[in-house]
């Protein structure tokens, strides 16, 4: 296993700490929660760039890297949920743009077709990631208008990249029985 996908796979083994210190009654634990999802967010980024600049691409790297993003920022909009500070239905939003990505990348697969993290994609990833540490480091409150509107931009991107995904993929539903 190359250096990326072992990123990969620590970014994965980093969202039950994540979730345990941000679930954990206690301003510094959640300090560590935001420090935490830094840097799961920096494996990320980090591992993409490995990846490119050595030829070190893979299938598994392709469709590991997506998945370990959305465990992630879903792990986070959870906790959110869980708190109080995010409603049931803006996480079921996010949620489904996720599994339903998820299929079109799982029926392309089946199809030998690897689809990589699209444009939107990436933009929608950045932007979830960037709401959840402005709201984590804001003592977990949405008193500034800021929280909010970072995670609406978050959310209009989710819902943006979802729809690309399925106009660039409807190919892929012709074929399913």
Do not use: H
């Given at each position: 296993?190359n250096l990326?996908?072992?990123l990969?796979?620590?970014r ?18 959640q300090t560590w ?10 494996t990320?980024?980090?591992?993409g760039?490995?990846?490119r600049?050595?030829n ?7 469709f590991?890297?997506?998945?370990a ?14 708190i109080?500070i995010l409603?049931?239905?803006?996480v079921m939003?996010i949620?489904?743009?996720e599994?339903a990505?998820t299929?079109?990348?799982?029926l392309a697969?089946?199809?030998?077709i690897?689809?990589?993290a699209s444009k939107w994609g ?5 932007s979830?990631?960037?709401a959840i540490?402005v ?7 949405l ?5 909010q509107?970072?995670?609406?931009i978050?959310?209009?991107l ?10 660039k993929?409807?190919?892929?539903f012709?074929n399913?029985?």
């Open positions: 296993m990326p996908n072992k990969t796979i620590v994965i083994l980093m969202i039950p700490v994540f979730m345990f210190l941000l679930l954990y009654d206690s301003q510094s634990y929660a935001a420090i935490v999802f830094i840097i799961a967010s920096l990320d980024t980090l591992d760039y490995i990846a600049k050595y070190l691409v893979t299938n598994f790297g392709k590991m890297d997506p998945l993003d959305k465990l992630l920022v879903t792990s986070a909009f959870l906790c959110f949920m869980e109080g409603p049931a239905w803006f939003v949620l489904t743009r599994f990505i299929g079109i990348r799982t697969a089946k199809e030998g690897v689809i990589a990436k933009l929608k990833t950045i979830q990631m960037t540490v709201v984590l480091f804001n003592n977990l409150s008193s500034f208008p800021l929280d509107i970072l995670l609406y978050a959310l209009g989710t819902i943006i990249s979802g729809a690309d995904y399925v106009v993929n409807t190919k892929l012709k399913v029985n």
